[in-house]
């Protein structure tokens, strides 16, 4: 008789425009001519390359490269991780717009970490925050020439453009050559909450906030380079913080109404900024 092999299909804990990854359609997961949603198990890598579809949910730790265009367009979250604990990467040479009825990218869990770096630009348009980690442990790192833009002057944030809580540490790092734009016309630009929280810019980094509140929220700030504009709303400070240290960059702090300029809370140590705006 004829003898055939069947080979186990593996399930993979990562689902990309409702279809979960295996490894019978990793090459091509959404099954099109050409595979725009591909998934590598060797390296954890999905490659997101014209991909043009709704939402990517993960149960474990993923790397994702861009390339080209590609759209995420959802009534649910665009991005969703859901681990206890895990690292999610973005990078690559390629774009990301999320258009989402919720968070663009959001996770949960006891420890996570969201790295986004490479040349890659994403445009996040969701309707609530634009990035919303929360764990005991969290941490968000924009580096090398990343671009983020969530929200602008024409179509502002309705939430918190960068939603960072951990119940233990919480911390969002800005820094190499990065751009970061953000602006909300409700809440905070950047907020971080945790018992100890901080953002941290430095090299050459551009980072651009306007809150409807405070632009930059945290326990402690420190700011040794690039180029920060913190605008907070009428009556809100641009930066609010018990510890504010600046050693380099340049650095514009202002509120919307332009009556008061600076840090409200804690020791303020200043370096090299410049200031606009009335009184410190």
């Not at 973005?90 to 949960?108: K, R, V």
């Not at 809580?165 to 734009?181: E, H, K, L, P």
């Not at 971080?192 to 326990?219: F, W």
């Not at 913190?230 to 240290?245: C, K, P, Q, R, S």
């Amino acid at each position: 008789g004829r003898y055939r092999t069947f080979k186990p299909v593996t399930y993979y804990p990562l689902w990309v425009g409702g279809t979960q990854v295996t490894s019978e359609n990793a090459a091509n997961i959404t099954g099109e001519e050409t595979a725009t949603a591909s998934y590598d198990a060797n390296t954890n890598t999905l490659t997101l390359n014209g991909y043009r579809g709704s939402d990517i949910y993960m149960e474990t730790s993923l790397n994702i490269l861009l390339l080209g265009e590609n759209t995420i367009e959802t009534d649910n979250n665009g991005i969703l991780c859901y681990f206890h604990a895990g690292t999610v990467s973005i990078s690559g040479t390629g774009s990301l717009d999320i258009i989402s009825a919720y968070e663009s990218i959001t996770t949960s869990g006891d420890s996570v970490t969201l790295t986004i770096g490479g040349s890659a630009t994403l445009n996040l348009m969701g309707a609530e925050e634009g990035i919303s980690l929360s764990a005991d442990t969290v941490e968000l790192v924009i580096q090398d020439n990343a671009t983020v833009i969530i929200g602008t002057e024409e179509a502002p944030m309705e939430e918190e453009c960068i939603y960072v809580d951990g119940n233990i540490t919480g911390s969002v790092t800005i820094t190499d050559n990065a751009s970061v734009t953000c602006v909300t016309n409700d809440e905070e630009g950047i907020y971080v909450g945790g018992a100890t929280e901080s953002i941290t810019i430095s090299g050459n980094a551009k980072v651009y906030v306007v809150g409807d509140k405070e632009a930059l929220d945290a326990n402690t700030i420190t700011i040794s380079g690039g180029t920060v504009t913190a605008i907070g709303g009428v009556d809100y400070e641009g930066i609010f913080a018990d510890d504010l240290t600046i050693t380099g960059g340049t650095v514009t702090i202002a509120d919307s109404s332009a009556n008061e300029t600076g840090a409200i809370r804690g020791g303020v140590e200043i370096g090299n900024w410049t200031t606009a705006g009335y009184g410190v």
